[in-house]
């Protein structure tokens, strides 16, 4: 009996290995898919950039950009959008 519930013991203890193993080689297999972001200054953004929804949403639909933010860039506020390089 006792012998049993070592065999039973040992198998569990195999399969969380087994599966802590796997999960973690998933894990690191995926950030090496990730495309990396690039930003750039928006070509179709004029003037002051106090709206980060606005500049997000005119990112996407005319330049085709992941997504847009507003950022300080000297002198004031400019819209960059953020791209897949």
Do not use: D, V
Request: hydrophobic share 40%; with cysteine.
């Amino acid at each position: 009996m006792a012998q049993l519930l070592g065999y039973r013991l040992s198998f569990a203890l195999f399969c969380f290995l087994f599966l802590f193993i796997i999960l973690f080689i998933m894990s690191t297999e995926k950030g090496m898919a990730e495309a990396k972001i690039c930003q750039r200054r928006s070509k179709t953004w004029s003037g002051f950039c106090g709206n980060t929804g606005n500049c997000n949403r005119q990112c996407r639909s005319w330049e085709g950009a992941r997504s847009g933010a507003c950022h300080y860039q000297f002198p004031g506020w400019a819209c960059f959008c953020y791209f897949n390089c």
